[in-house]
């Protein structure tokens, strides 16, 4: 602990060491923090005392440090989500992925460069289920400071963070969820911002409220940090012109809709041309792409979080009207949801990475739940029936427990995993017919085992998957992330991946680039991505509970032939297990 001690308030230090780089640096003490929501008290673990935690603002090329203080009574690690991590896999974050978690009343420096990206991203914890109330905006701006976005510089910047809120301690839901083999409870609210507004109980003073004035443009920096529920997210009154997704520019895409998954951000310009005469809610409920039958659609918080959008200087009838409210979609709306995904275009500045037109590793990846052996410290399972577990091409990954992928690989030790990740799914069979589900025949397709498997690949190896959804136990629309890298996204469909179709529709123009791909419900997605950062990178279902369930693999990316291509040697304060 001693090395983070010297550091105890919040700092933001600005260290000039070159005219156009900076070393931004702040101390997140993570610890118990009592909040009231939903006319109850509950204590929850959050940064600094903050709920969402701190916003960290970098520009590009910045050296990022955030000392992490462990307060809290859990095992912690910190996720840059999105962040490259360009030779420094170490301060990724992703607990027995890149590192042993932090015990309580222990430290360990976060220390990265962020180079080559510009955007919204964000950070959160990445064990357990902490990050539920372990979360923040991560910003960079262009470099220099010129603010050259390639769009007409906003008059303000406004993140936008939706959450989700349970009435219930989060750990102790998990660890039930964990000892049935089942899915944790639906939550009690969303929230902006932290706050779930008024349609809630005792929640109308709790309320996230913008101001804005009238003509001028505001840019949302929109990141969905809730646990398991993609959303729909409106203002009433006014569209939005999207510029970027998961901090990678976009030609510009106007919609009155945003549909966000967790863990993607999009960045909606938004003019205040409104009548300045009322205010407006904006507003966020859940999309809920699984299919009614078979087998049943498992319930779901069906609840609307609301903030308002108010005019400065107010027109006096603004103050005795209703705030207008945007009609929402249904929970239900595969069209909107997409029609916004699949709408948005890179947009290719000069020097920018573009997609790989030579494939060196084509993989076809199945994903989705299924069911495998109670594990012995799963009491209360069923064990004629088995626990839920979700898998990737059939394996259901296993987290490690003694030492850190990266850590095993650095070190060439053997025993922690095996590089024999499949580039196919055991079985090819009609992926996406729900019959699957109802036809006893087919019932041993649902079996899953665990492992923890990595798929190695050559440095700058340029890496294919066909990403499929299966029908087992219901079709889902599932966001994909892979850490470490951007990946374009060249097209998707619903049903069963076909090549010869497939390839005809193929982007390879202007593809959107991002980090996390919302795979089509019932469907399938294909993306690229040039494996050029060296280290072990994990690949998971941003939704929470399939994480856990192992909707997961990793890719082991090799080192290149030089130093500048080969991962250094951990930090010296490295967390041990
Ligand atoms: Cu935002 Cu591995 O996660």
Known sequence: MAQCVPILVFVVAFLRFMADAAVVEHTFRVGNLTVRRLCENRVITAVNGRLPGPTIEVHEGDTLVVHLINDSPYNLTIHWHGIFQLLSGWADGPSMITQCPIQPRNCYAYRFNITGQEGTLWWHAHSSVLRATVYGALIIRPRNG??????????????????????????????????????????????????????????????????????????????????????????????????????????????????????????????????????????????????????????????????????????????????????????????????????????????????????????????????????????????????????????????????????????????IYTSDFPDTPPVFFDFTNPAVNVNPALQSLWFTTKGTKVKKVKYNAAVEMVLQNTAILGIENHPLHLHGFNFFVLAQGFGNYNATSAVKSYNLADPPARNTIAVPTGGWAVIRFTANNPGVWIMHCHLDAHLSSGLAMAFEVENGSTPETTLPPPPPDYPRC
């Open 146 to 415: 010129t603010e050259a976005f390639p769009f007409s510089k906003p008059d303000k910047e406004v993140p936008i963070l939706l959450g989700e809120w349970w009435n219930d301690d989060i750990v102790d839901m998990d660890s039930q969820a964990f000892l049935t083999g089942g899915a944790p409870g639906d939550s009690d609210a969303y929230t902006i911002n932290g706050k779930p507004g008024d349609l809630y109980r005792c929640s109308s003073n709790q309320m996230y409220k913008l101001e804005v004035e009238q003509g001028k443009s505001y840019l949302l920096r929109i990141i969905n940090a809730a646990l398991s529920k993609e959303l729909f997210f409106k203002v009433a009154g006014h569209s939005f012109t999207v510029v970027a997704v998961d901090a990678s520019y976009t030609k510009p895409y106007e919609t009155d809709v945003v549909v966000i998954a967790p863990g993607q951000t999009a960045d909606a310009l938004m003019v205040a041309d409104a009548p300045p005469a009322a205010s407006y809610y904006m507003a966020a409920l859940p999309y809920i792409s699984t299919a009614p039958s078979p087998p049943p659609r498992p319930s779901f918080d069906n609840t609307t979080t609301r903030g308002i959008v108010r005019y400065e200087p107010a027109m006096p009838s603004a103050a005795s009207s209703r705030p207008v409210m945007p009609a929402m979609p249904s929970f239900f709306d595969n069209d909107v949801a997409h029609r916004f995904f699949t709408s948005l275009t890179g947009l290719l500045r000069p020097g920018d990475p573009t997609v790989p037109l030579h494939v060196d590793e084509h993989m076809v990846v199945t994903f989705g739940l299924g069911v495998a052996a109670c594990e012995a410290s799963q009491l209360l399972c069923n064990r004629s029936r088995g626990a839920t577990a979700a898998s990737m091409n059939n394996v259901s990954f296993q987290f490690p427990t003694k030492k850190s992928l990266l850590e095993a690989h650095f070190r060439g030790e053997k025993g």
